[in-house]
């Protein structure tokens, strides 16, 4: 299984409304993860089962889509969240793929 | 709380057999529906998976590393080992491990900081 996340990169100020799309090669239902990850960081987890929000996360992400096409959405983007972000598949029964990430940079 | 750590070598040579040790606290690997999986990340690129263990001994595998890899636990010491033969220099970067709950398709909720494994000569 594929997973192509796009833009592979994107420009933005702060207050924009922010999509990363993620779509996957073979219908995935909703077994779908959004991560943050930050320069010499781990990753962290904002989004599982394609749009529950993980315990802690602000509530200006969201995400969406099932089947093989999903969303990630930052609705007001704020200074700390500027980062790369990486979609994963989480249906056990395939591999539990990354997609190739979104870098998110200020304009 | 829950914590996990890498541990192993920073330097292997080309051909080596590699041992990466996750220790972990604040869970067990033999309650229902929790696993232990090893992420990793060349310099500059993306996050690949490799391998997955859960608390019923059940391991998954990357399909395009699967012939390197072996996955086992040892619940009495809270670890996970991953050991990947024939190292290659493309095989260079950071592994992570992290923890995840099988149910409800939950990702990976909590991460090592990662260890950084250099292959060279």
């Known amino acids: 299984i594929q997973l192509t996340q796009s833009p592979s990169s994107l420009s933005a100020s702060v207050g924009d409304r922010v999509t990363i799309t993620c779509r996957a090669s073979?219908?995935?239902?909703?077994?779908l993860a959004w991560y943050q990850q930050k320069p010499g960081k781990a990753p962290k987890l904002l989004i599982y089962a394609a749009s529950i929000l993980q315990s802690e996360v602000p509530s200006r992400f969201s995400g969406s889509g099932s089947g093989t096409d999903f969303t990630l959405t930052i609705s007001s983007l704020q200074p700390e969240d500027f980062a790369t972000y990486y979609c994963q598949q989480l249906n056990s029964y395939l591999p539990l793929t990354f997609g190739g990430g979104t870098k998110v940079e200020i304009k | 709380q829950i914590t996990l750590k890498e541990s192993g070598p920073t330097l292997v040579k080309p051909t080596q057999t590699l041992t990466l040790t996750c220790t972990f606290s604040?869970?067990?690997?033999?309650?229902?529906?929790?696993?232990v999986g090893w992420i990793r990340q060349p310099p500059g690129k993306a996050l690949e998976w490799l391998a997955l263990?859960?608390?019923?001994?059940?391991?998954r595998y990357s399909p395009s590393l699967k012939s390197r890899f072996i996955i086992t636990k040892d619940t009495s010491k809270n670890q996970v080992v991953l050991t990947m033969t024939n190292m290659d220099p493309v095989d260079t970067a950071t592994y992570y491990c992290?923890?995840?709950?099988?149910?409800?398709?939950?990702?990976?909720?909590?991460w090592g900081l990662g260890t950084l494994v250099t292959v060279s000569a």
């Open positions: 604040g869970f067990s690997l033999s309650t229902n529906g929790v696993g």
């Open positions: 992290a923890h995840r709950l099988y149910a409800g398709g939950r990702g990976f909720d909590y």
């Open positions: 263990i859960y608390w019923n001994d059940d391991q």
């Open positions: 073979q219908g995935i239902s909703s077994y």
